[in-house]
């Protein structure tokens, strides 16, 4: 069964840092997908950050050169570092993975991501 439980978030100040932590158990570390989403208030859940099994990342372009997915290659957990927050960023954050059927790439569509964490709220005050 596979679990993905998020952590990190809170209430910061715009230009400010934060770094979301997802642990996740059930899935073959190393051998996944795993990705970041983000859902605001009236809008739909869009795509943050994903990194697939060769360590390649892909970014919104509303997060580049702010946000950063890694992964831990020892623990089960990706991490999404983000600085500069700005009001904009505020939402729910979800840590999402697909199934392993697509063998460590990163699906271009949300409705592939088939595991997803309960989600983390994320507040940036100016």
């Known amino acids: 069964q596979v679990q993905l439980l998020e952590s990190g978030g809170g209430s910061v100040q715009a230009g400010g840092s934060l770094r979301l932590s997802c642990v996740a158990s059930?899935?073959?570390?190393?051998?996944?997908?795993m990705a970041w989403f983000r859902q605001a208030p009236g809008l739909e859940r869009e795509e943050v950050a994903t990194?697939?099994?060769?360590?390649?990342?892909r970014h919104a372009e509303s997060v580049k050169g702010r946000f950063t997915i890694s992964m831990d290659n020892d623990e089960n957990i990706v991490y999404l570092q983000m600085n500069n927050l700005k009001d904009e960023d505020t939402a729910v954050y979800y840590c999402?993975?697909?199934?392993?059927?697509?063998?460590?790439?990163?699906?271009?569509?949300?409705?592939?991501?088939?595991?997803w964490g309960q989600g983390i709220q994320v507040t940036v005050s100016s």
């Open positions: 990194i697939n099994v060769n360590r390649r990342t």
């Open positions: 059930g899935i073959t570390w190393g051998r996944s997908c």
């Open positions: 999402a993975a697909p199934t392993s059927e697509w063998a460590g790439r990163c699906p271009q569509f949300q409705s592939n991501f088939d595991y």
